[in-house]
């Protein structure tokens, strides 16, 4: 009897290390992808704003500055609206 409860015992043991091993893989996935995208993200800035600085003949970055809030003052600010709650009994509608 003991012997079962000690096997069962360290298959749980196993499951668990396995599980716990499974987890800190999927979060270093997790992490690595976060890191590609945010890798990506930067690459795409970057090239835009390359092609901002080319197309609009920007020499430095006083120029750009002054580009930037030009066009920052030509784009409404729209404050978020709070979004409706939903109601599961369609009274909303």
Do not use: C
Not at 48 to 65: A, Q
Request: glycine share 2%; proline share 3%.
């Amino acid at each position: 009897m003991a012997k079962k409860v000690l096997l069962d015992s360290n298959k749980t043991n196993k499951q668990v290390a396995a599980v716990l091993k499974a987890q800190k893989t999927l979060k270093d996935e997790k992490a690595k992808l976060r890191s590609s995208q945010e890798e990506e993200t930067d690459k795409a800035f970057i090239e835009l704003g390359e092609k901002i600085v080319k197309h609009y003949h920007i020499k430095s970055v006083s120029e750009l500055d002054s580009w930037y809030r030009k066009i920052i003052q030509q784009v409404p600010y729209k404050e978020p609206q709070e979004s409706q709650p939903f109601n599961s009994d369609n009274s909303n509608q």
